[in-house]
C-alpha cells in the first residue's frame, strides 16, 4: 500500500537547521510531482515547497525562499526538505504530498518546533 513517512523534527533554536526526510512506498515515486506542506496551530495548511517529478524544477513560498531547500532522491524514493535560518514562525507539522493528475498521497506528518 502507499506510504508516506516523514521524519527529522524535533526542537531547534532559532537561527539553527533541520532536514526532513519522507521515505516513500507503494507507487512509482519518480512519476510524481512532491511537496512539503505546513500546518501551524489555528491555521490552515500551507504550501512550503514543490519539486518535479524528475527534480528539475522547485518552487517556494515567499516565507522560505532563501532559507529551505528541497530536493529528491528517486533512486531511494526520498524527498527532502533542508531548512536554515529557521524563525519561530517555521513552527508547524510538516507533510509532504505526491502529486500525479488526480492522486494525492498524504503523509502522516512531523513536528518541527523553533524555540529558544
Known amino acids: 500500500q502507499v506510504q508516506l513517512v516523514e521524519s527529522g523534527g524535533g526542537l531547534v533554536q532559532p537561527g539553527g537547521s533541520l532536514r526532513l526526510s519522507c521515505a516513500a512506498s507503494?507507487?512509482?515515486?519518480?512519476?510524481?510531482?512532491m511537496s512539503w506542506y505546513r500546518q501551524a496551530p489555528g491555521k490552515e495548511r500551507e504550501l512550503v515547497a514543490v519539486i518535479t517529478s524528475t527534480g528539475g524544477s522547485t518552487s517556494y513560498a515567499e516565507s522560505v525562499k532563501g532559507r529551505f531547500t528541497i530536493s529528491r532522491d528517486n533512486r531511494k524514493n526520498t524527498v527532502y526538505l533542508q531548512m536554515n535560518s529557521l524563525k519561530p514562525e517555521d513552527t508547524a507539522v510538516y507533510y509532504c504530498?505526491?502529486?500525479?493528475?488526480?492522486?494525492?498521497?498524504w503523509g502522516q506528518g512531523t513536528q518541527v518546533t523553533v524555540s529558544s
Open positions: 504530498l505526491a502529486n500525479r493528475l488526480r492522486n494525492d498521497y
Open positions: 507503494g507507487f512509482t515515486f519518480s512519476s510524481y510531482a
